[in-house]
């Protein structure tokens, strides 16, 4: 009889608070692990976000210079201690719609655009063609350097940053060499 007695007593206020404890315990555990994932995917978000800035950048950049000669290269200001300078205009030969031998005249020169520079304002890479239209494009976002050195061959760098929400500076660097037209 005093089993029976005992088993439908029910739990005591000591099991009790050791079962909401544990309870607790593997909350807060559960928790700190979703709110860590989600910060590095956040996180990861911005690195691919930053990354994809700046190779978009870059990639449009390249294609356009890689059709430029040296001759037809200039920059502007001075170069930094390592030989870099933040902008170039340059030239790209002109397309022809005919005669269908491209963009070669019929005296066999080529026949160039006019000025295209590129250049940062305010985080942002800007191509700005010197006539025509006028209107400025802006090529990609969050680029806070932006460095070109001509040697044999161009040399093309590209920063883009962005912070997070954490205060965390995420940052890419890209690099590329662009042989240019003889």
Known sequence: QIMLYRSSRGFSLIEMMVTLAIFLII????FLTLATGRMYWYTGSVQLTVH???RRGLEYMTGELRQSSLAKISFSGQPD??????NITFN?????TSPPDGNIATNGSVEWSDNIT???NNNQLIRTPSKGTGATDVLANNIVGLRFKRSEV??????SQ?????????SSILQTKVKLRN
């Open 118 to 120: 590129y250049s940062l």
């Open 154 to 159: 161009l040399d093309v760098e590209i920063t």
């Open 162 to 170: 962005k912070q997070t929400t954490q205060q965390y500076n995420i």
């Open 92 to 96: 790209i030969p002109q397309d022809r």
């Open 27 to 30: 909350t807060a555990a559960i």
């Open 81 to 86: 201690a390592e030989g870099y300078y933040n």
């Open 52 to 54: 994809q800035e700046a």
